[in-house]
């Protein structure tokens, strides 16, 4: 069973702060992805990384895809409130399906 | 368009209950996923679909079955329902062309479950 472990599980700040998630595997991703998933919904994409060593920015955070397509990480510049949720990354093995990290969740308080 | 609906969107079992969830997409995705989703487990694939008329399975797909008989439409079946099956079930959908690095899966809202 492939497996992708997301650290930390849990992660509780203040608005304004800076915060890094990290996603990683010991196998290679064909690409990955990173999902939102706020109380209540279903998982919203936020990006795809597709290339080893790409970096994608969209407005405050900023996804990175590892060298050896085996890690990610998703930065979040001056958190928000409107930041707070459930982070997922799934990475792709060449197949149709995903396999999604164990999450972190984030609280951002004013 | 409504997107990826579920129902119903809650439900309390008694085990060795059964019953049925139903997904419905209305943007023509060949594609169809049921997953469930447990506290710092993320979440893990139970059945999925290719097709109408086809379906495999996923990484945790005993105790459950499924049916795609028409495209829009996957059936997430609990024939004899268990404790260990109290979950957040997401039924998920994705155009053609699995294999595509840049497919987005769209989620439906979920349903909770508890068996008791």
């Known amino acids: 069973t492939q497996l992708l472990e997301q650290s930390p599980q849990f992660l509780s700040i203040q608005e304004g702060e800076n915060l890094t998630v990290y996603c990683n595997s010991s196998?290679?991703?064909?690409?990955l992805q990173w999902y939102r998933q706020e109380p209540g919904e279903g998982p919203v994409l936020l990006v795809t990384?597709?290339?080893?060593?790409e970096v994608k920015k969209l407005k405050r955070l900023t996804f990175q895809f590892g060298d050896a397509r085996k890690d990610s990480s998703l930065h979040i510049t001056a958190a928000q409130p409107g930041d707070t949720g459930l982070y997922l990354c799934a990475g792709r093995y060449n197949t149709d399906k995903l396999i999604f990290g164990t999450g972190t969740r984030l609280q951002v308080f004013p | 368009n409504a997107g990826v609906t579920q129902t119903p969107k809650f439900r309390v079992l008694k085990t060795g209950q059964s019953m049925t969830l139903l997904c419905a997409q209305d943007m023509n995705h060949e594609y169809m996923y049921w997953y469930r989703q447990d506290p710092g487990m993320g979440l893990r694939l139970i059945h999925y679909?290719?097709?109408?008329?086809?379906?495999a399975k996923g990484e945790v797909p005993d105790g459950y079955n499924v049916s795609r008989l028409k495209k829009q439409n996957f059936l997430l079946g609990l024939e004899s329902a268990a404790p260990s099956q109290t979950s957040v079930y997401f039924c998920?959908?994705?155009?053609?062309?699995?294999?595509?690095?840049?497919?987005?899966?769209?989620f439906g809202p979920g349903t909770r479950l508890t068996v008791l």
């Open positions: 679909s290719v097709g109408e008329g086809t379906t």
């Open positions: 998920a959908s994705t155009r053609a062309g699995g294999h595509n690095s840049y497919n987005e899966q769209f």
């Open positions: 990384v597709v290339t080893g060593g």
């Open positions: 196998s290679v991703f064909s690409s």
